[in-house]
């Protein structure tokens, strides 16, 4: 931290708190550690000063101290993608937690969440009333990270990305302004917003389409790791022909000896696979059909309502350290799973929590009319993987991540922004023409670069 910054923290709490009227946290302060904590504890982040709004009025007091100290301003969440933040010593990291309030219109199939609504906040009291979001596989995740990343959850191949499901956005722009982008007021922005993440201001509120589901056939199907070829190779190919009905995913997951883990599962390792399926339990069923007489060894497929699925993926709820890695991949070959199995199966020594492909495609290659700045994915499937990155399994953590992206780097297709947990050039995630576009849109809305979003578009 320079002089200058240490200078402007030690005037931030009086001013600020003055200002704004809301939490604050400063350095040395009682509450600062526990305020700048995220979700990755590998990432030690430390702001210039830390601030809990409860209004948008307050975001906006905010934006103007912070342009009147020469400081920038971070929006952030839950900080599930927080290592590309990089160095917040001249930033204002702004909490958006306390602007929590959820209302459902059932009758109109909307949902209107503030910035700091999570997953679990939406899901089962939609799914009480008959409705389903377009959530990830994270409960606790923030929904407005989430969507301005793109969203890619488990209705994807049949509805797209949740992104483009987003009817509104109320969003505190860099010069103070409360706007309200819909697609008929301040378009551009709401188009850059979707995809574009916090380059363009603070997002305090969404408001998204919910989808009449009552029911999904959805679980997972657990082999042991020693069959993980066997298991990826039918499940490759058994996603072929799989409908836009179906998104799933192939795994290898290795559960840790902690007492956070089941005791059926602890410490244990295994191949599965995991799906949802919109539509008809029995042709669900029969679908499935193939991939269940490999025989595994738990299988978890039933009929439940959209809340069921919340924790179908076992992510952890609470903060871990860890690194990861991450690629969209064109299509795949019978040589592209083996050379994953043998970066991360059963022979290859890897310590990776979850290496993992999602099938992608289906409405996720599909740009629909009034699309946002992402409007699709990149080939046919996402890969991501994930280790533990604590002092003891850093360096191995690193040299398990860098085999297994090796191994897939021959099919890479691009990839998908909320999945890049390290430092990356935006203009890399988008189109050309598109990120020209998003260049624009950040030159008008915030042409003094006072946001510091955690992947910046136009430098």
Known sequence: MSTNDILQVRRAPAALRAEVGGEVHCPGEAGYDAARAGFNLAIDQRPAAIVVPRHPKEVAAVMRFARREGLRVAPQSTGHNMAPLGYLGDSTLLKTNA??????????RRARVGAGARWEDVVPAASELGL????????????????????MGWYARKHGLAANHVTAI????????????????????FWALRGGGGNFGVVTALEFELFPVEEVYAGALFFPLERAGEVLHAWHGWTATAPEDVTSVGRILQFPPVPEVPEPMRGKSFALVEAVFLGDAEE?????????????AMDTFAS??????????????DPVPYDSAHAMLGELDGAAIDALVAAAGPESGSALISVELRHAGGALSRADAGAGAVATLPGAYAFFAVGIADPALAEKTDADLDRVASALRPYEAGRYLNFVEERADAASFFPPLVSMRLEAARDTYDPDRLMHANHEIGG
């Open 284 to 296: 669900a069923a029969r679908l499935l059909a193939p991939l269940r007489a490999l025989g595994p």
């Open 170 to 189: 109320e969003v505190v722009t860099p010069d103070g302004e409360v706007r309200c982008a819909t697609p008929e007021r301040d378009a551009e922005l």
């Open 99 to 108: 602007m929590d309030r959820v209302a459902i219109d059932a009758a109109a």
């Open 304 to 317: 439940q309502p959209p809340a069921g699925i919340a924790e179908l993926h076992m992510d952890p709820r």
């Open 132 to 151: 389903a979001a377009l959530h990830g596989s994270t409960p606790d995740v923030s929904i407005t990270g989430y969507s301005l990343g793109g969203g």
